[in-house]
């Protein structure tokens, strides 16, 4: 029934902005954790940024400072604002969440949304 959906992707020129949004639908009850992944062609797919249901984030050292992880709940959603943008960010970027309840938890998966930086 949970779904996640991404969207917000596109082509943007090196130094511009992105803000990636991951609406979860279905029967959500609680999201423990939520991930932003990319994976760039000929590579192995990363975590880019985390968060978890204590509010701790995480992000790798080619983001940091740059991208945002954030939970809008009353949204039902998990965004990544980008800024800064670098033709290395060139990825399919995928949302991932660890939905349920004390009693049954599942991590989801998105369908990915292509980000592009380019001139």
């Known amino acids: 029934q949970v779904q996640l959906v991404e969207s917000g992707g596109g082509l943007v020129q090196p130094g511009g902005s992105l803000r990636l949004s991951c609406v979860v639908s279905?029967?959500?009850?609680?999201?423990?954790?939520a991930g932003w992944y990319r994976q760039a062609p000929g590579k192995q797919r990363e975590l880019v940024a985390g968060w978890n249901i204590t509010g701790v984030t995480n992000y790798i050292d080619s983001v940091k400072g740059r991208f945002t992880i954030s939970r809008e709940v009353a949204k039902n959603t998990v965004s990544l604002q980008m800024n800064s943008l670098k033709p290395e960010d060139t990825a399919v970027y995928y949302c991932?969440?660890?939905?349920?309840?004390?009693?049954?938890?599942?991590?989801?998966w998105g369908q990915g949304t292509q980000v592009t930086v380019s001139t």
């Open positions: 279905g029967t959500i009850f609680t999201v423990y954790t």
């Open positions: 991932s969440a660890v939905i349920g309840n004390t009693w049954s938890r599942a991590e989801f």
